[in-house]
């Protein structure tokens, strides 16, 4: 058991760090592309400055046509820079979506990874336990949302299992016997033990098959509750 547990650590930790290192690439990406464009995008007072310096540098334009026009020329600097200052707030915005919509593609993309592990690893495995509720009075478990009514005898075997594995211990067949039987270990049996576990797992695996695999139909028969498509005869 800890062989597994310490690989499934490791392996959420390895997917942090991957999560981590991709959304830190994405942002410095998108932090340098933002920087390089704002640097090369001409400056806002560019075309005030060179209209400026044509007033300064141009003493025989005192006509009043000359005058009109070096007007329109000091507004149209104006009117160029406020869209270019336009433009830059657009160009933000469109870089902050994009690191949005990157960052989310790449954790949808993650969790796409990990749900198709995980369905792996369930399909691998066979039944994905979630939750057991064992019910001494009702002689019943529950197991997910499954319940199975159990002999007496097999509810107290699949107590004591739940109560050593709560605990992280392993019994033997003798160390069962005794702690449902009272005795001491060294009076117990091995085979009696044993005999316990078969019993538990023929009673409760014919009921989980019935459940999950072959379904009673009342008064129709049996019938298997899988897909048809997913069949294979060689």
């Known amino acids: 058991m800890p062989g597994p547990i310490s690989s499934a650590t490791e392996a959420r930790r390895s997917t942090a760090r991957v999560v981590a290192l991709g959304l830190a690439a994405i942002v410095a990406i998108l932090l340098a592309a933002a920087v390089l464009l704002f640097l090369t995008l001409p ?55 994009a690191a949005a919509l990157l960052i989310a593609a790449l954790v949808f993309l993650l969790a796409l990874v990990a749900l198709s592990r995980r369905m792996g690893e369930i399909e691998r495995a066979g039944i994905q336990v979630s939750s057991l509720l064992i019910s001494r009075e009702d002689n019943a478990v529950v197991l997910n949302d499954m319940e199975f ?81 997913v069949i294979r005869m060689i």
């Open 43 to 97: 400056d806002a007072n560019a075309f005030n400055a060179r209209v400026e310096r044509l007033f300064v540098e141009t003493e025989s334009l005192t006509g009043p046509t000359e005058i009109r026009l070096l007007e329109i020329l000091a507004q149209s600097g104006t009117a160029f820079s406020d869209v270019l200052a336009s433009y830059r707030m657009v160009i933000f915005v469109l870089l902050v979506f």
């Open 149 to 229: 009514k159990l002999t007496e005898a097999a509810i107290q075997t699949l107590a004591v299992l739940a109560e050593a594995r709560m605990d992280d211990e392993m019994l033997s067949g003798s160390e069962i016997e005794a702690l449902i039987s009272g005795r001491p270990v060294e009076e117990c049996d091995e085979a009696a033990g044993a005999t316990r576990i078969k019993r538990l797992r023929d009673s409760l695996g014919n009921q989980i098959v019935s459940e999950l695999l072959i379904r009673n139909i009342a008064r129709r028969g049996y019938r298997l509750a899988i897909d048809k498509d």
